[in-house]
């Protein structure tokens, strides 16, 4: 299979802080009244660009708070034709552009709440997603320029009056590496836990016909066998007219083993039943072709301890010598496994499915004879 990205950039929010690195850096080169309206210019052309595709549209907050302090702090630099703190202009570009998420940060809750209900059900999905990493995104700039203030705090105090160099430093060099660290940080952490998820095991959660309406945990199937519908195949392995079983724990490791099948497993999230059956196959019985499996039945079951979609083959092995790695199994007669029928030897699974088996091993051998 595939990997695929769990989460992808557009969750990095902290990239609605380009304008402002922009501008900052322009400021250096460039009359700072042409650098901030550049910077201004840019966020808008970013902003109209995300909105652009509105299935895949995920509100980038910060990109439109951004955006609005740096139109703000235009204007005022057209109506204050004198205004040019050179010595702190990026350092005042920061402080304003970092009102907007402290806010945020603040009423984070009253945000989170009015960004996951959103009219279009739809997309609630991707507002509740956005929203979350906006404020993430909100939490580490903070972070990070709290950081650039206690580092100005402390160099006050023990270099009072700070030297050219160390202003240049704190004022011009340190604001946008603030936001640069923030991208950067918000960027390694979504390439993280895309690692951490595609190294996790998915199961398919499935209505019972069979269709795939989401994705579960694999390891989460353990403690909750009945809160949804997971696909399980299941191969009967016959030989000469007899049924190859085994002890098996199932999923219950503090269940006693009871009698089972020889071949059970899950599918993987991502692989249709064909792929999923060769590889659970292959698994158990590596020299045994695919062919030969024969698909009987699919059946729902739902009680206490489980909730699945069990997918029943059959696999006829003329020659059961295939059988003897499994030591701990062995062929039985359908009349023994009638006669222990309803002793609690054999697995739930496989009392429910027997009747129909034995039908299908009878007419398999009545055909063979015939």
Request: proline share 5%; glycine share 4%.
């Amino acid at each position: 299979m595939i990997q695929q990205k769990v989460l992808s950039s557009k969750f990095n929010m902290s990239l609605g802080f380009v304008p402002v690195i922009l501008s900052i850096l322009l400021s250096e080169l460039i009359a700072q009244d042409i650098a901030i309206c550049i910077g201004a210019g840019t966020g808008v052309l970013l902003s109209l660009h995300s909105m652009r595709n509105k299935k895949t549209y995920i509100p980038p907050i910060l990109l439109y708070c951004t955006t609005g302090m740096l139109l703000l702090l235009s204007v005022m630099t057209l109506i204050l034709n004198n205004y040019h703190p050179y010595m702190s202009f990026p350092f005042v570009q920061e402080i304003c552009v970092l009102i907007p998420p402290f806010i945020l940060y603040h009423q984070r809750n009253s945000f989170l709440k009015r960004q996951t209900s959103p009219t279009q059900s739809c997309c609630k999905r991707r507002f509740a997603q956005g929203a979350e990493a906006t404020i993430v995104s909100a939490r580490v700039v903070l972070i990070m320029s709290l950081l650039h203030l206690l580092i100005i705090l402390c160099s006050i105090l023990l270099s009072h009056p700070l030297g050219d160099t160390t202003c240049y430093i704190l004022f011009h060099i340190a604001p946008p590496l603030v936001f640069i660290a923030s991208i950067l940080f918000n960027q390694f952490g979504i390439s993280y836990f895309n690692t951490v998820m595609n190294q996790m095991q998915f199961v398919p959660i499935v209505n019972i016909k069979g269709e795939v309406i989401g994705k579960a945990i694999a390891s989460e199937t353990v403690g909750r066998k009945n809160a949804y519908i997971y696909p399980v195949v299941r191969i009967a392995v016959v030989s000469h007219g007899m049924l190859f079983l085994r002890p098996r724990s199932g999923y219950n490791p503090k269940k006693r083993e009871k009698t089972d099948l020889l071949i059970e497993d899950y599918l993987i999230y991502g692989e249709n039943l064909q792929e999923g059956v060769q590889r659970i196959l292959r698994h158990t019985l590596p020299t045994v072709a695919p062919e030969e499996l024969c698909f009987n039945f699919m059946h729902h079951v739902k009680n206490k301890s489980t909730n699945r979609l069990v997918y029943l083959f059959t696999l006829d092995l003329k020659d059961d010598s295939l059988l003897q790695n499994f030591a701990n199994g062995k062929l039985w007669t359908l009349r023994q496994i009638e006669h222990n029928l309803g002793k609690g030897f054999f697995s739930d699974s496989l009392e429910l499915e027997f009747e129909q088996l034995k039908t299908i091993i009878y007419t398999r051998e009545k055909y063979k004879e015939s």
